[in-house]
């Protein structure tokens, strides 16, 4: 088993930086020129698993095709005498997205834009070689300090990654319906667990991180990962704006096309995805008109959709088995290990392959597994089933129009009573507190609230899913009240009148500074 001290290859280990499901990570240092790198090594028990071994493998060759800046290095390669696999990859000095969030959640608009769009970057290269993630969260994007950018993005933790051409097409998939990732960041296909897993996954699981960067929460929690999987298969995507009111309209638009449950219905490229975070509102200018159904009809009753606090994650999942935390340590404190470039895998579904079942403890947890599996599944088949079929009665027959779906938005202002107009039109809604019909679609329509003494207030909203508009009026200042205006100077006429006797003092305007002259006849310094 490797230790601190222990010298592999040409680097001495130094330091364990941290610990996960699958491996370990060290500080390892060059003793002569004094360079600092990372070892990610296999846990010495799992070296035997050909499963473990292969995503191990997979991850230094994806990373190692892929030579994007945005993704770690990956620098060699190789098993020590006792048989342990490991690679050596640069080491980075900084703190994981997860962390970042802890301290300041939600980011700075601008901020969390900049890191979508370089994971973008990141993945988009990774798609054109063919390599798709597969298990994208906030513990895998790194941010470092890289010349003038604070937030300089590093992709971490290819373990899941599946390699789609060439002649080593892997997939990591050992039975039919398994499901891999992390839960809180699946697709709705992961969590189906069906075999065509495309890159579009990974455009999901960018939609719910800037979801997360966006409002400071995620769609989608529950008490166990069968609630969270049913919950992106069949519940509608909470509106971002009802959680961050100050989020402009467009950006939502991006949010929510990005997680779509239909993956033709999302960006269809990382690329498609990076042009519309560069321009918001652009992008929502020409943004295309989807019919979205965020969540197939479905008798599965899936409590909340306003967004889950972040901190309500689970730390660990090995072998099917949930554990939420430490029972010693408050909801959401456990630290994140050092500054590495191999996360904890935080949340990460793996299969039985990776440990042995404990079958004796807690029985009753598998049942609640098995339930949740026969619900996601039967989620799918309802999903499946109610596709619209096109029907052909000749050679030019079209297929049939199903009716625009409605969104109900509820309009609310504080004060109560104002008049609510929609911009586009100048209808006349009503008076707040009200709520209105509008056909879905992904175009922002603007709403007026008017009220006397009050300033007018214009607020948009994207009509993809049901929502509400809340906006605080703020009164008009009093008028300024006028001030007595000043005694007109007495012309020079009525001042001739006044009597040759009379003695006037000149104006002030018209009198001349008297100078202090040293005695040099210079003027003082006071002037």
Not at 72 to 98: P, R, W
Not at 275 to 283: E, F, H, I, R, V
Not at 504 to 523: I, K, N, Q
Request: proline letters at 9%; hydrophobic letters at 40%; glycine letters at 8%.
């Amino acid at each position: 088993m490797i230790a601190v001290g222990q010298t592999i290859g040409n680097y001495q280990i130094t330091a364990k930086l941290g610990e996960g499901g699958m491996g370990v990570v060290y500080l390892a240092e060059h003793p002569v020129i004094g360079r600092k790198v990372a070892m990610k090594a296999i846990h010495p028990e799992l070296s035997r698993n050909p499963e473990v071994v292969s995503r191990f493998v997979t991850e230094a060759k994806a990373v190692n095709q892929i030579g994007n800046e945005h993704i770690v290095d990956i620098h060699d390669f190789g098993t020590t005498a006792d048989g342990e696999f490991y690679f050596i990859m640069e080491f980075l000095q900084g703190e994981a997205l997860v962390d970042r969030l802890k301290r300041s959640s939600p980011l700075e608009l601008e901020r969390a834009l900049s890191i979508a769009a370089q994971v973008t970057d990141a993945l988009g290269a990774s798609h054109q070689h063919g390599i798709i993630h597969r298990d994208l969260k906030p513990e895998n994007v790194f941010l470092i300090t890289k010349g003038h950018s604070p937030d300089f993005v590093k992709v971490l933790d290819f373990g899941l990654a599946k390699l789609t051409q060439g002649e080593d097409k892997v997939s990591h998939k050992t039975r039919t319906g398994s499901v891999m990732g992390t839960p809180y960041y699946m697709s709705p296909e992961q969590c189906e667990g069906k075999p065509n897993i495309d890159h579009r996954s990974d455009i999901y699981s960018l939609g719910v991180i800037l979801f997360e960067m966006t409002t400071g929460k995620i769609p989608f929690g529950g008490e166990g990962y069968g609630e969270i999987i049913v919950k992106h298969i069949t519940a509608p995507v909470p509106s971002p704006r009802t959680i961050n009111p100050l989020l402009p309209s467009s950006v939502e638009a991006i949010v929510l096309r990005a997680l779509a449950k239909r993956r033709d219905e999302r960006f269809q490229t990382m690329e498609e995805f990076a042009a519309a975070l560069q321009d918001p509102d652009g992008y929502a200018a020409a943004a295309p008109l989807f019919d979205i159904d965020a969540a197939p009809s479905s008798p599965i009753v899936v409590p909340g959709a306003e967004g889950v606090t972040p901190g309500v994650r689970a730390d660990s999942v090995v072998s099917g088995k949930v554990v939420f935390g430490d029972p010693d340590q408050e909801l959401g404190a456990q630290a994140s290990p050092m500054p590495t470039t191999f996360r904890n895998a935080t949340g990460e579904l793996t299969d039985e392959d990776f440990a042995p079942v404990r079958r004796s403890r807690k029985a009753g947890l598998w049942l609640v597994m098995a339930a949740a599996a026969v619900a996601a599944g039967a989620a799918a088949y309802l999903y499946t089933q109610q596709k619209p079929v096109e029907t052909q009665a000749g050679p030019t027959a079209l297929a049939p129009q199903r009716p625009p779906k409605q969104v109900r938005l509820t309009l609310k202002s504080d004060p109560p009573g104002a008049t609510v107009l929609r911009k586009d039109t100048n209808e006349q809604l009503g008076l707040t507190p009200l709520a209105v019909e509008l056909p879905a679609g992904n175009t922002p329509i603007e709403f007026v609230f008017r009220k006397d003494t009050y300033r007018e207030r214009t607020e948009s909203f994207v009509p993809t899913v049901p929502g509400k508009l809340a906006v605080a009026l703020v009164a008009e200042p009093p008028p300024p009240q006028e001030q007595p205006k000043p005694r007109a100077e007495a012309k020079p006429e009525a001042r001739a009148k006044a009597g040759k006797g009379s003695r006037r003092r000149p104006a002030a305007s018209r009198r001349r500074p008297s100078h202090t002259m040293d005695e040099d006849g210079v003027l003082a310094p006071s002037f």
